[in-house]
């Protein structure tokens, strides 16, 4: 008889293509048990990278990245409340081409996805902040540099190439060193300042008790722990110069700035309005991913009041648990003009160096496009409310 596709193969034949597939399995890590080493490549969400990383780096660097303040309550909060937003999407528009590009505060920027400045890199990889930069730098992606780098400002930038810099402050020792380190910042190409106010005390974090870490890496250091100006304050609490701080320090930030000051931290509308009316130029909703505050609301859940508070007056631009496009194209619909992600990048340098911190990058911003395209936007300017609706608590 006949094979149905053609002459029957050979007993040769079928013996070839048995040898053929005894070689490739002994060949093969799976013959003996092992795991194919991971890529950048083969990482299909950002979330398959904070696999990798967990898995490269020590239990106490993992707990110190991943964890919250007190029972996590907001760190969760930040993730469920996206689940609240529902798409409302529109057809027959022409999504051929879908463009990414914004401008803000006088930058062109390719896309709306920022990194977040979050301390000490070199937790998770050597190269630290050095290979954090080159991997934004890759996407042209806007970078902000924490006051609690591993590595010096100077470093950081020269890495940089032509990628965007922002620098994020924490206030301390004192107003000289608060404005030198600004002044400095702004002498090494740094486009905006971005002063955090939700840090006056640090915070307790159980993971790293349990750990044995002082509460944060920071106070390990000697110089990171003067950078912040910390000493014991009220009810023994460890406080930083930030807590004798008011609306006059940003007045007279603003005025030596010689850049856009933004502020960090807010999650009121009585504080943007403030922020905006003591001359910011704009606010970054943010509860420091959970960190500080716990109990305190999630960042995409108040971002609609604080939007219409401050109006056109000045941009508001949010961070706190962005994991997907979606998410980011909610923020956008709801008037944010720009995201910032923290911890993704960071499992994407803790896993595969500068690659993965670019391998993050361009998950999110092709999620976004995906999700601009399949709800009919095929550019920023046309996103609008209309695109969502909230769900019932």
Not at 81 to 86: D, G, S, T, V
Request: glycine residues 10%.
């Amino acid at each position: 008889m006949q094979h149905p596709s053609g002459p029957a193969p050979s007993t040769a034949n079928r013996r070839e293509a048995l040898h053929r597939l005894a070689a490739f399995a002994a060949a093969s890590p799976v013959a003996f048990g092992q795991k194919a080493e991971p890529s950048p490549d083969a990482m299909v969400n950002v979330f398959d990278l904070e696999q990798v990383m967990k898995s490269r780096v020590n239990k106490t660097a993992y707990d110190y990245v991943t964890g919250g303040g007190w029972d996590e309550f907001t760190l969760r909060r930040n993730r469920s409340q996206f689940e609240r937003i529902l798409f409302r999407p529109r057809f027959f528009r022409e999504v051929s081409n879908v463009d990414l590009s914004t401008s803000l505060l006088g930058l062109k920027l390719p896309m709306p996805i920022f990194v977040a400045p979050t301390g000490v890199h070199g937790q998770v990889h050597p190269q630290g902040e050095i290979a954090t930069v080159k991997g934004a730098a890759a996407l042209g992606a806007l970078m902000g540099i924490s006051t609690n780098s591993s590595f010096p400002l100077d470093k950081i930038a020269a890495a940089a190439a032509r990628a965007p810099l922002w620098f994020q402050l924490y206030t301390g020792p004192d107003l000289d060193g608060t404005r030198e380190k600004v002044e400095r910042a702004v002498d090494l190409g740094c486009k905006a300042i971005a002063v955090t106010v939700d840090a006056p005390y640090a915070a307790p974090r159980e993971r790293d008790q349990r750990n044995q870490i002082d509460n944060t890496p920071e106070r390990q250091a000697g110089a990171r722990r003067r950078n912040l100006g910390e000493a014991s304050g009220s009810q023994g609490l460890a406080t930083r110069f930030q807590a004798s701080l008011n609306w006059k320090f940003l007045r007279d930030l603003v005025a030596y700035a010689k850049v856009p000051v933004l502020v960090k931290g807010i999650l009121t509308p009585e504080d943007a309005v403030l922020s905006i009316e003591n001359g910011a130029a704009g606010v970054i909703v943010s509860n420091h991913g959970g960190r500080y505050l716990d109990g305190a609301v999630s960042t995409i859940e108040v971002l609609p009041e604080i939007v219409d508070a401050i109006g056109a007056r000045g941009a508001v631009l949010i961070d706190g648990g962005f994991r997907r496009g979606t998410d980011i194209l909610k923020a956008l619909a709801i008037g944010a003009r720009g995201v910032f992600v923290g911890r993704p990048p960071l499992w994407g340098l803790g896993a595969f160096g500068e690659a993965g911190v670019a391998k993050v990058l361009e998950i999110l911003k092709k999620e976004l496009a995906w999700a601009m395209a399949l709800s009919g936007h095929a550019s920023l300017s046309t996103i609008d409310r209309s695109l969502i609706r909230f769900d019932r608590p």
